[in-house]
């Protein structure tokens, strides 16, 4: 599949009072034409920061050390900030977690999305504007478009909000979508709406989406492909079904522990990830994932794994992967999937 966006050792870090906190430490990945992919992590993994130097909406403590990020071949760490402005809200766009502080709340919404219009094509009219603006609210299943045009922000639901900015993040027909945690503060009948909208988008326009979240279920849904983000690397890349059937880190064996399945043994709890994600003042010189690893060997905390090739578009960053890791303290082997041996 073609690229659209390709990222190449990102580096991002925040300058702060307690010294460099280095979020990015070298993340590769790209996205193909069309294609969904799930950027998954706990907090602090590196996910929202990727997005962030993607758009180039990064605090000014924050910089792009090194790497490139190519769109459509052109490098955006290299480009100005005009043509970022220009960039973001039209062949890229974004949702955020949060709608309520997204949104203006002393503005109609119909205005605030036909302004996202208006700024990429001065040359529409007012009337032109609105049409646009009715088709998107009708597209992401505003009911009575019309009446709620000029209704505020406060007089939706958290739910109809986020559909708001859906219709704002799509208003220019955006190439690449980026969904950062969307879905997270709704309830599961309204995420699983929203959920399903973003693949008819995919299907309608070809947009290529980035869905970022914490939680593999959600991901299960929606993904092509998944990246596993930690420590501010990638440890895993797969297609989604080699993530779930032939997972190759422990950290995703962790991250598939903690969520549910329909056809789990009821009996069996829920597993989380014990301890807490590293201090990226400080970031770990070996595997960043060593100390909540309950498969660590020595060389975990002293080298940093590469990333291997598993299987075909599958890869993976952990020791166990060497064919001479002991097979009784091997997670992969006849756990989950079939032995990489
Ligand atoms: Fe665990 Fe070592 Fe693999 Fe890291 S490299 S995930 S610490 S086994």
């Known amino acids: 599949m073609e690229p659209i966006l390709t990222i190449e050792n990102l580096k991002t870090s925040f300058m702060t009072s307690n010294g460099e906190v280095q979020a990015v430490r070298g993340v590769s990945f790209s996205v193909g034409r069309g294609e969904i992919v799930g950027l998954v992590g706990e907090s602090g993994s590196g996910k929202s920061v990727t997005s962030m130097s993607i758009l180039r909406l990064l605090a000014d403590t924050a910089k792009i050390k090194e790497g490139k990020i190519l769109f459509e071949?052109?490098?955006?760490?290299?480009?100005?900030?005009?043509?970022?402005?220009?960039?973001?809200g039209g062949k890229i766009s974004m949702i955020f977690q949060d709608p309520m502080s997204s949104l203006n709340p002393l503005i109609?919404?119909?205005?605030?999305?036909?302004?996202?219009?208006?700024?990429?094509?001065?040359?529409k009219s007012k009337e032109e504007i609105r049409r646009e603006v009715l088709e998107l609210f009708?597209?992401?299943?505003?009911?009575?478009?019309?009446?709620?045009y000029g209704s505020f922000p406060h007089e939706f639901s958290g739910g109809m909000r986020q559909r708001v900015m859906i219709a704002m993040a799509l208003a220019n027909r955006p190439e690449l979508l980026i969904a950062d945690e969307p879905t997270t503060a709704l309830d599961v009948t309204i995420q699983d709406q929203i959920l399903k909208q973003l693949r008819e988008l995919e299907k309608q326009f070809g947009t290529s989406i980035i869905f970022i979240t914490h939680d593999l279920g959600v991901v299960a849904e929606l993904c092509d492909r998944v990246i596993v983000l930690y420590g501010g690397l990638v440890m895993e890349e797969a297609a989604i079904d080699d993530i779930f059937e032939r997972p190759r880190h422990p950290y995703t064996l962790g991250l598939l522990a903690s969520i549910p399945s329909v056809d789990q043994d009821k009996s069996r709890r829920l597993q989380p990830i014990p301890g807490s994600p590293p201090d990226m003042t400080k970031p770990p010189e070996g595997c960043p994932f060593a100390p909540r690893c309950r498969y660590a060997r020595r060389v975990c905390a002293e080298e940093l794994p590469e990333m291997t090739e598993v299987g075909t578009g599958h890869y993976s960053r952990c020791w166990l992967l060497d064919p001479e890791a002991p097979a009784e303290n091997n997670p992969f082997c006849g756990k989950r999937g079939e032995s990489h041996e």
């Open 73 to 88: 071949g052109e490098d955006l760490t290299k480009c100005s900030k005009a043509r970022m402005r220009k960039s973001r």
């Open 108 to 123: 109609p919404v119909g205005k605030q999305v036909g302004e996202m219009i208006r700024i990429h094509h001065p040359e």
């Open 138 to 148: 009708s597209g992401v299943r505003i009911p009575e478009p019309e009446k709620r």
